[in-house]
């Protein structure tokens, strides 16, 4: 059968279709209602405290007995460039003044607690744990594998695919450049961090690795599973796809944008957090590309306009938000989780006997 391939059985889940975790619009409920739907949800625990860790992977295991992923970021040490960081602030200021918010404090002590999640992930018996950003320390990845969590990495080129190999990944999700959001880049070439498509690097990384691959960027439906499990891939990773659905902690404005889109509609920026992500042009984006000077890079910038895109949330205005999205909106529906799976499967079975 097409569903039953290394990592699905690697993962103990029936279809080989992983929901990406969305740092910050995934839900308990999402994750469950994806892992009862014979997928792999993800706990997108990339912003979360150690008490918010915890307490979300009760619930989802108050919801369902069956496996799910959590999705942690990799630290990225960066150093604090105070004028960087005060002429920021002043582009920044018409936007604070209208929601009347105050100047944050940029904490960088936030990303140093990788560890502490991971004993979390130990403690609560977490079948999985995703990385992006970044490759975890092998000591960390050791750890894991002593207690049973399976680990999978991100990679957007051979050589990213290669280093998580070497670190000892068990599974690795390879990311094309039409995905939403933040991809996992973290090995620069030329000074610019990968931008390959899926339909090339899918091949290429299951050809250099000996782990499974799975596949994310802009796959929507079963015609993008089937054709990335044509392409090498051992299953796939969707993010905007389940972004729409009924369980998503996506706002409604934001859920509203992306069905409302095109495959035009979509721009890379570090407007909002510093690091580049895929997401629906708005006027926060247009106004921060006017910027003159150098943006504060990931985590900085993300401290400073967190404020900024949480007012806008709870006002449900979209022109700050920051509406990460893939380059397939089109292929978005508001279903229930469930119901998109169940479509995919659908789909992929049509097309195999047509």
Known sequence: MWFETKASAMLGIKYPIIQAGMAGNTTSELVASVSDSGGLGTIGAGY???????EEIDKV????????????????????????VDLMNAWLSPYRRALDLEHPVVNLSESQQLERQIDILIEKKVAVASFTFGVPEIKLIRKMHEHDIIVMGTATSVEEALANEAAGVDIIVTQGSEAGGHRGSFLKQDGEYPMIGSISLIPQVADAVSVPVIAAGGIMDGRGVLASLILGA?????????????????????????LNSTETSTV???AFSGKMARGIRNNFVNYLSQFNGEVPEYPIQNQLTSAIRKASTANHDDSMMSLWSGQTPRLATSRSAQEIVTSIVNQIEEMRFR
């Open 48 to 54: 979360f405290s150690l008490e918010r860790l915890s």
């Open 61 to 84: 295991k108050l919801l369902t007995a069956k496996p799910f992923a959590v999705n942690l970021f990799v630290p990225n040490k960066q150093k604090l460039k105070p004028a960087q």
């Open 234 to 258: 051992s299953g796939v990773q969707m993010g905007t796809a389940f972004l729409t659905s009924q369980e998503s902690g996506a706002d409604i404005a934001y859920k509203q944008a992306i």
């Open 268 to 270: 890379l920026t570090n």
